[in-house]
């Protein structure tokens, strides 16, 4: 059995900042590409930014230069810096993990941008 236990969302002011962490516990021998997701209401999960265990990130356009992904191997946990924060950002951020060939989701954390 996988978890994935995701911790930091919150209300913050645009133009601020939040960290997002979700460490990864378990049944996670092969846990490979990480990742954050983002669901805002009326729309599909869409990708934040993904992370290979050597360190080889991926961003969407829409949070390129304000969003950094990073991890930390030792301790399975992958983390999301979030500055200049946009009220579009506001949605639930889901943390993902791949483990061989299966996908696994977090609960999902709320970021809310709002003054």
């Known amino acids: 059995q996988v978890q994935l236990v995701e911790s930091g969302g919150g209300l913050v002011q645009p133009g601020g900042s939040l960290r997002l962490s979700c460490a990864a516990s378990g049944s996670i021998f092969g846990l490979s590409l990480m990742g954050w997701y983002c669901q805002a209401p009326g729309k599909e999960r869409e990708l934040v930014a993904t992370i290979t265990r050597g360190g080889t990130t991926n961003y969407a356009d829409s949070v390129k230069g304000r969003f950094t992904i990073s991890r930390d191997n030792a301790k399975n946990t992958v983390y999301l810096q979030m500055n200049s924060l946009k009220p579009e950002d506001t949605a639930v951020y889901y943390c993902?993990?791949?483990?061989?060939?299966?996908?696994?989701w977090g609960k999902g954390t709320l970021v809310t941008v709002s003054s």
């Open positions: 993902n993990a791949r483990i061989y060939s299966t996908n696994y």
